[in-house]
Every structure is written in structure tokens, then in C-alpha cells.
């Protein structure tokens, strides 16, 4: 969503409630898929939903066109319901429930404001800026408005700063910057506010999504991104685990800031977040794989990309993606190791697909991605998902654009991230009781 892509969790959960510590809090992530989500279909089946999870991975890459990733270019270039987790805040005093789809590859938190003139239809209430008390414009002459990409004076002569996000499908959001207080539940009881948060504030918006989402919670590393603002107050950490997304357990995920997004300990292994001109995304290093006793290389040519800065990682991919030659290699190994019946994706989207028996005992390889200065051993439920009644496939796929490191080969990881450091952290963690 303008160069934003995607926490994260993209990353689509939706965070619920949050828990607030000393310097610390939770919130719940919720999966699009998820019963509780306000996006769930309850008349899709599973394996609908993993086919459509699929498709939104691919075509969330196909929008990464490498020759529109400038630091000029102000647009994103995913569509903006491709996130795979929404969170639940509030934005304004009296504090206004919204439901967001959460993307670290956004750099904004904007929503749907009244008086709407063009808007998608959000069946959820429409936040009405003239309700809140806190809730303030900006001048197009302000530091703030200037250090927004994509910033325009208002035409009806009160100086209003605008912003406008263009988006990979030709849908955008266009509204006023603004500011107001951000409010996010605790499941302690208490509540954790952030006065003064900036804010786009949509009165056109034309997206492909619609229903309760009333809009993008960027966490990507721009000015105005949710984490940059936080800034001081989380000390530039946060953290999520994703449970696993297809299976049948009703635990939700959970996003942790400051204190309680510490990722250390036995098992923990840390890799540098690579600086880009490209801001909003978490580039890391991808130095290979390793399946069996066979290791694969990332080359250093893709894309144009250097060997340093080569992958992005991002929860609201739900594949990894890599590049063409990365990917056949990979499959060449992993299937040189499996050996059950080869049998084809009944939707046509993943290559390496095997029949499992009726238990569904399903004996593969571990991958160990190998980041630099952090091995990351991938199991089966990192590197296969289940696409039809005894069918699986590997959850990876090539990419003429980007490489992307999915939130499916992120299942049962705590994942830290801390931008003052520039590291992000990876544990092993069974995240249903995490």
C-alpha cells in the first residue's frame, strides 16, 4: 500500500485486545480466515480459503514490479487486500472501535472518515472525525505534512494537508492527514493510548476489500507507520508468533511492542535488518538453503538486488517467494528427498504437490534458511500446506519481482524485530500457548 506491501503482519489479523506491563504490551492478531475475523466467509470451505490465501501471495508479488521500486515512486505496489491479518483499535475520544488489515509493508494508518464521497462499502460504522475531541487537521505548510510522501494542499482554501495512496490494482485512498488519539485494548483490563497519532483520515476510497475493515495499519518502517510513531515508547521492538493458520484451533496470534517483544534465549538466533532507500520494508539476508546435504545459493544478481538486503520478510505474504532460478533448485531438492506420489494442485497454482495418506503423516526434509548469521530450520509446517483432502504442496513459489520470506515459513516462530538494533529474531515457539 504505497510501497507498502504487506507486519507485519501485510502482517490479516486483527489485534484484539492488548496487554499493557510497564513498557509493554499485546495485542491479539486475528487471520482473515479466522471465525472471529469480520472478513471470515463462513460459506467458503477450507481449502477455498487456502487457494484464495494462495492467489493473494502470488499476486501480491506480481505487484512488486522491480522497476517501480524508487524512492521517488510514492505508490505501493500490492493491492490492499492482500494482508492476511486484521487488528482491532480505536481511533478519537470517546474512543471509535475500527477493525484494520495490518501490513509492515505499509508506512500509514489510514481509515474511512464521514462525510465519505467515494468510499467502498464498510459494513461496520464510519468513523465521524467532528465525534472526537482530539481529532485535528494539519496545515500543508507543516514539517509534518512535508515529510509525508505523496502530500497535497487542500483546493477549498483552509490549507488542509491531504495525502494520497495509489495502489498496485488503480484503487487508492485520498483524505486528510491528520491527528487523533489511538487507543488499543488490554487483555489485562486496561487500555494503552497514544495521543496525537497520525492518521490518514479517507473520504475517497476506492479499494478492492470491503465489509467491516475500515482501512490499512501500516507497521513498515515510514515516518508515520504505526511503529515509527510508537518510536520511544515500545524502544523501537516488536514481535508477533503466528499460529498455525489452517489448522483447527481457535488460538489467535499475538503482535507484542516494547518490553514484552524481547525475543532471546536458547534457541534464539539474530540476523541484521538491512537499511534501503525503500524504507517501509524489513529487508533481510538470504544467504541459501540447505535441504539434505544439498545447499542452494541466492545469488547476488536478482533483480539487480545486492547479496546484502535480497529478501523481504513480510506477515502478509503467505508464501515464500523467490526468484526463478532459487526456486528450481529448491524443488529439484526437496523432491529428490520426499518419497510419496507426485500428483497435480487442483487449483493449478503450486508446483510441487504430493498425495498423503487418510492420517495424514506427512515425512519431508527440514529446509534451514540460511539468513545471515541466523540458520532457520524450517519443518513441514513451514514448507507444506495442505491445498485439498490428501493433497499437499510446497508453500514456496518463484517470482519474477521480489522475494518475499511468507508468514507460512514463519508458523510457531517468534518473530522480533528492533529497528534501534536493526535486528530481527527468530525462536522456535509453539505459538498456541505463547
Not at 20 to 40: C, M, T, W
Not at 81 to 110: A, N, R
Not at 152 to 158: L, N
Request: overall charge negative; glycine content about 8%; charged content about 15%.
Amino acid at each position: 500500500m504505497t510501497h507498502y506491501t504487506f507486519l507485519l503482519l501485510t502482517l490479516c489479523c486483527i489485534i484484539s485486545q492488548t496487554h499493557a506491563q510497564s513498557n509493554g504490551f499485546s495485542v491479539e492478531l486475528i487471520h482473515r480466515d479466522s471465525s472471529k475475523s469480520p472478513l471470515y466467509h463462513s460459506t467458503q470451505t477450507h481449502f477455498q480459503r487456502v487457494a484464495n490465501a494462495v492467489r493473494r501471495s502470488i499476486n501480491r508479488a506480481n505487484h512488486f514490479n522491480k522497476a517501480s521500486i524508487p524512492s521517488s515512486t510514492a505508490e505501493t505496489i500490492v493491492t490492499p487486500d492482500s494482508g492476511e491479518y486484521l487488528m482491532s483499535y480505536s481511533i478519537g475520544t470517546p474512543p471509535f472501535q475500527l477493525f484494520g488489515i495490518v501490513d509492515t509493508g505499509s508506512d500509514i494508518v489510514w481509515l474511512q472518515c464521514k462525510p465519505c464521497e467515494t468510499c467502498y462499502n464498510q459494513t461496520s460504522p464510519m468513523f465521524d472525525p467532528s465525534k472526537s475531541t482530539t481529532y485535528r487537521t494539519t496545515s500543508c505548510s507543516s514539517t509534518l505534512c512535508k515529510s509525508v510522501r505523496d502530500t497535497s494542499c487542500s483546493t477549498d482554501g483552509k490549507e488542509t494537508c491531504e495525502y494520497t495512496i495509489n495502489y498496485g490494482d488503480n484503487s487508492h485512498s485520498q483524505g486528510d492527514l491528520s491527528v487523533d488519539t489511538l487507543t488499543l485494548g488490554s487483555t489485562r483490563g486496561s487500555i494503552v493510548s497514544f495521543p496525537k497519532t497520525v492518521i490518514g483520515c479517507g473520504h475517497m476510497n476506492t479499494v478492492s476489500f470491503q465489509g467491516q475493515s475500515s482501512g490499512i495499519v501500516g507497521l513498515g518502517g515510514g515516518p508515520v507507520s504505526l511503529i515509527t510513531q510508537l518510536g520511544y515508547a515500545i524502544n523501537g521492538k516488536f514481535s508477533y508468533c503466528l499460529v498455525p493458520m489452517f489448522s483447527e484451533s481457535n488460538t489467535s496470534s499475538k503482535l507484542s511492542f516494547g518490553d514484552d517483544a524481547v525475543v532471546s534465549g536458547q534457541g534464539s538466533v539474530s540476523t541484521p535488518i538491512v537499511p534501503s532507500t525503500e524504507k517501509v520494508f524489513y529487508f533481510l539476508t538470504l544467504e541459501g538453503f540447505s535441504v539434505g546435504g544439498n545447499r542452494i545459493d541466492f545469488g547476488s544478481d536478482y533483480s539487480g538486488l545486492s547479496a546484502e538486503g535480497n529478501i523481504i520478510i513480510d506477515s502478509g505474504t503467505t508464501l515464500t517467494l523467490l526468484p526463478d532460478d532459487v526456486y528450481s533448485q529448491l524443488e529439484s531438492a526437496v523432491a529428490k528427498e520426499v518419497k510419496l506420489e507426485r500428483v497435480d494442485d487442483p487449483s493449478q497454482q503450486l508446483s510441487l504437490c504430493y498425495k498423503i495418506s487418510a492420517t495424514g503423516d506427512l515425512v519431508v526434509p527440514d529446509i534451514i534458511a540460511h539468513f545471515d548469521g541466523a540458520d532457520v530450520t524450517l519443518n513441514a509446517l513451514n514448507t507444506f500446506v495442505q491445498v485439498d483432502d490428501g493433497i499437499v504442496c510446497l508453500a514456496f513459489a518463484p517470482s519474477q519481482s521480489i522475494a518475499i520470506f511468507g508468514n507460512l515459513a514463519q508458523q510457531n516462530l517468534l518473530v522480533g524485530y528492533d529497528l534501534l538494533k536493526k535486528t530481527a529474531t527468530f525462536k522456535p515457539t509453539d505459538c498456541t500457548k505463547h
